[in-house]
């Protein structure tokens, strides 16, 4: 009953807003009218409560008044019957085609107009990540370029600004701002100044940043630029605001865009490598990411200024961590704001740049700590190691006589290469994430391994004392095959008295026919001493662990070694008459020749 009721007003209003009395009102709307028989035949309009995704030619919820209201406000801006197609943002026009569906481009269907406010009703400018502006001039093709500028300036005036990369696009005359300050302003003299045709001009001003193509051309530009920006004596390099150059104010060469900047510091790594100090100051550097590769082509970089650009946080400086840096001006960038203690912002650059002693402009006092060597690089490993090169023959024969009765069938002449005394322990790494064949079950229940033993009795149980049952536990492990060529040796001792050395290397456990050899790596260390005639081992421990997939490849697949030429006799001759039968003596007497250099390298090879 309400409802019909609430219905029957409203169609009451809408039949007086047609009725006689608003004869003037509809002659008045129907001057403007641009549909079918304007104001020569009234229209009979049909009520309908539908919503605009209905049927109509109306879809968009949109008022004819509205419509015919936006037209009167921007008359002024066909200029001789030409429609720019910019709004006053710099974006397309909306289509008021009714007879399309969804009603005005961009609005939502059903959704009312927003109220029109003419010129000065337009959004309020952002400044976006790059701090550029596009300003457009619909028409602009039609004046000259200093009649252009010439005009803005005068209307811009005492502010001077930079019209970068002039161009004309169609009709259109386009250039660029980094002043946001600037951009304002231009967008508030828009239909101030008068075109000789007798028109107003119209200034669209929108964020945005011109398009460039890096080739050889613009780098050899950029080359030539920078040759005249560059300090030889002090090798400096001032890229401060590059983009303002005089010599590129036709192209766009802002170093904010990671392409451009890679190009520059690919020119600077060409061409002065030696670089020891650039200043990239006020060129709105947001992002630092691309910089990653300066401490590699810029080594010698201890001078560095980013001041008036748009850094937020000191994280973003991690690519330059690595450059060994003693001044830095981050003045005028955002991260400096986000400290309201200068001493903590001190201490957090200072954290990543240790050897820091300008920061911004002010010398920072000396840092106490330790005095540390500049880091230096290692020396290359080696596959083996040898204190004393007098040792080394007698290692190798040692070595080899051992591992040759260790890989026979038969352990127990081993009894001769171990001390009354010596002591020896097994430890292995038990590996449960590998497969049943490579687990080490065959060592586990010899493991001394302490971290793994806690029990005393059990690590007294199997530490073995005594050559006999040292060659006793030798015996009931797997029979194996060395592979000599993936052995390293490290003979870190060499006296008369004490020989200390580590092996390792890889072998293969001898499996029953048609099963698969699994592959161990090992280490071994041996303590050495003189005995009788010989040398026998006084203490061992072996460690025995699953090999590696790299390694499982590795092995016996290394060249064969070169063979070594024999001592030549009038060398060998005089040392072997020199010696007697005892061998520790014998191994003195070398020792001593060896350190006169009466000895060649030869000599200890048979």
């Not at 197609?85 to 969804?102: C, I, W």
């Not at 005492?158 to 231009?186: N, Q, S």
Request: proline share 5%; hydrophobic share 35%.
């Amino acid at each position: 009953m309400n409802a019909n009721r609430k219905r029957g007003g409203i169609t009451k209003n809408f039949q007086n807003w047609r009725g006689g009395n608003n004869q003037n009102n509809r002659q008045q709307h129907n001057e403007h009218d641009d549909r079918k028989g304007g104001g020569v035949t009234e229209l009979k309009r049909r009520v309908t409560f539908k919503t605009a995704g209905g049927r109509g030619n109306n879809r968009g919820g949109i008022r004819l008044s509205d419509i015919r209201i936006r037209q009167q406000l921007e008359a002024d801006e066909e200029m001789a019957g030409e429609i720019t197609e910019l709004s006053p943002q710099g974006g397309n026009r909306g289509n008021f085609n009714r007879n399309r569906r969804g009603g005005l481009k961009g609005r939502r269907s059903g959704s009312p107009p927003p109220r029109m406010m003419g010129f000065q009703g337009r959004k309020k400018l952002q400044s976006g990540t790059s701090g550029w502006f596009q300003v457009t001039i619909p028409h602009g093709s039609k004046y000259e370029k200093t009649f252009v500028i010439q005009s803005l300036l005068e209307q811009l005036s005492p502010d001077l600004f930079i019209p970068y990369y002039y161009r004309v696009d169609g009709k259109d005359a386009i250039f660029f701002v980094d002043d946001i300050k600037i951009a304002e302003k231009l967008q508030d003299v828009s239909r101030k100044i008068s075109t000789p045709n007798g028109f107003k001009m119209i200034i669209y001003v929108r964020s945005g940043i011109p398009q460039v193509q890096i080739d050889d051309n613009l780098k050899q530009r950029m080359k030539v630029a920078m040759t005249k920006r560059y300090n030889a004596p002090n090798k400096a390099l001032d890229l401060s605001q590059f983009h303002s150059d005089p010599e590129l104010l036709d192209v766009f060469v802002g170093l904010f865009r990671p392409t451009i900047m890679m190009a520059v510091i690919d020119i600077i790594a060409e061409n002065i490598p030696e670089l020891e100090a650039l200043n990239l100051n006020n060129n709105k550097i947001h992002l630092l990411d691309h910089f990653k590769c300066v401490p590699q082509k810029l080594p010698r970089l201890t001078i560095l200024h980013l001041a008036n650009n748009r850094i937020q946080n000191l994280s973003s400086l991690e690519p330059f961590k690595q450059l060994s840096l003693i001044e830095l001006d981050l003045t005028g960038n955002p991260v400096k704001d986000r400290y309201r203690d200068q001493s903590m912002y001190t201490n957090d650059v200072r954290g990543k740049f240790p050897k820091l002693q300008k920061l911004d402009g002010i010398e920072l006092p000396k840092q106490i700590g330790f005095d540390i060597e500049d880091e230096k690089r290692l020396t290359p490993a080696k596959a083996s190691f040898l204190c004393n090169s007098a040792g080394a023959d007698i290692v190798r024969q040692f070595l080899e006589q051992y591992f040759i009765i260790y890989d026979s069938d038969n352990r127990q002449p081993l009894l001769n290469a171990y001390h009354e005394h010596a002591m020896f322990s097994l430890t292995t790494a038990y590996a449960q994430q590998v497969n049943n064949t490579q687990r080490l079950y065959p060592y586990i229940s010899y493991n001394r391994n302490i971290l793994r033993t806690r029990d005393n009795e059990q690590r007294q149980k199997h530490l073995k004392i005594g050559r006999l049952p040292i060659v006793s536990l030798l015996s009931e492990l797997p029979a194996t095959h060395h592979d000599p060529q993936s052995f390293g040796v490290d003979l870190t001792l060499f006296t008369e008295k004490l020989i200390l050395l580590t092996v390792t290397g890889l072998f293969k456990e001898k499996k029953a026919t048609g099963s698969t050899e699994v592959v161990r790596s090992f280490q071994r260390s041996l303590i050495i001493v003189p005995s009788g005639s010989g040398f026998c081992i006084k203490n061992e421990v072996m460690h025995i662990n699953v090999a590696t997939n790299r390694q499982e490849k590795m092995i016996f697949n290394a060249p064969a070694p070169q063979v070594l030429q024999p001592v030549p006799e009038v060398t060998s001759q005089p040392i072997a008459a020199s010696m007697n039968d005892d061998t520790k003596q014998n191994m003195i007497v070398a020792m001593k020749l060896n350190k006169q250099n009466k000895i060649p390298a030869e000599a200890f090879v048979k």
